[in-house]
């Protein structure tokens, strides 16, 4: 599995900007299976994707209640 690791700031500004990235790493070739760390100024990430395989595949919809992923 490899792990990708990128900083909050390379992400575009979108509705669901970490889905859409995934999808865009899987168009460039990258391997479904692999893992996404987004990191700001921490030395921890501050979001981890472990399948962006998986992340691709999901959107959001908006419920009566709060926003939930869906595939």
């Given at each position: ?5 990128i ?34 100024e ?14 691709a ?12 992923f869906?595939?």
């Open positions: 599995m490899t792990t990708i690791r900083n909050r700031r390379d992400i575009p500004n979108g509705v669901t900007p970490i889905l859409s990235y995934c999808r865009a790493l899987i168009a460039q070739g990258c391997d479904p299976a692999s893992r996404l760390e987004v990191y700001r921490h030395t921890e990430p501050d979001i981890i994707v472990r399948n962006i395989g998986k992340a595949g999901l959107g959001v919809s908006e419920g009566d209640h709060a926003p939930r869906i595939k």
